[in-house]
């Protein structure tokens, strides 16, 4: 039942910025960890961020520096702010959350969003 939306992406050049958001709706109660992940044709899904409810942060070795991860836990929403991109970051990024919601109230369970396309030129 619960939904993540992100939206934010688009095409940008190279060195260029962009900032992803992701919205969490439908029988929430609780949202512990947050992520973003990002999937480039031809290669395998790969965590790109992740975000604890306290606000401790985890990054890519490939990210670290560049991006940041943040969230506003009133609103339940997550944002990834990309600065300096490169080529190499092109890739549908998807939201992640580990949720509690009405549907299964005593346990936390993993939810994706849609997905939003970055690409980046040069």
């Known amino acids: 039942q619960v939904q993540l939306v992100e939206s934010g992406g688009g095409l940008v050049q190279a060195g260029g910025s962009l900032r992803l958001s992701c919205a969490a709706s439908?029988?929430?109660?609780?949202?512990?960890?947050m992520g973003w992940y990002r999937q480039a044709p031809g290669k395998q899904r790969e965590l790109v961020a992740t975000?604890?409810?306290?606000?401790?942060?985890n990054y890519a070795d490939s990210v670290k520096g560049r991006f940041t991860i943040s969230r506003d836990n009133a609103k339940n929403t997550v944002s990834l702010q990309m600065n300096s991109l490169k080529p190499e970051d092109t890739a549908v990024y998807y939201c992640?959350?580990?949720?509690?919601?009405?549907?299964?109230?005593?346990?936390?369970?993993?939810?994706w969003g849609q997905g939003t396309l970055v690409t980046v030129s040069s």
């Open positions: 439908g029988g929430l109660i609780t949202i512990n960890a």
């Open positions: 992640n959350a580990d949720v509690k919601s009405v549907r299964d109230p005593y346990r936390y369970q993993g939810v």
């Open positions: 975000i604890s409810r306290g606000a401790t942060t």
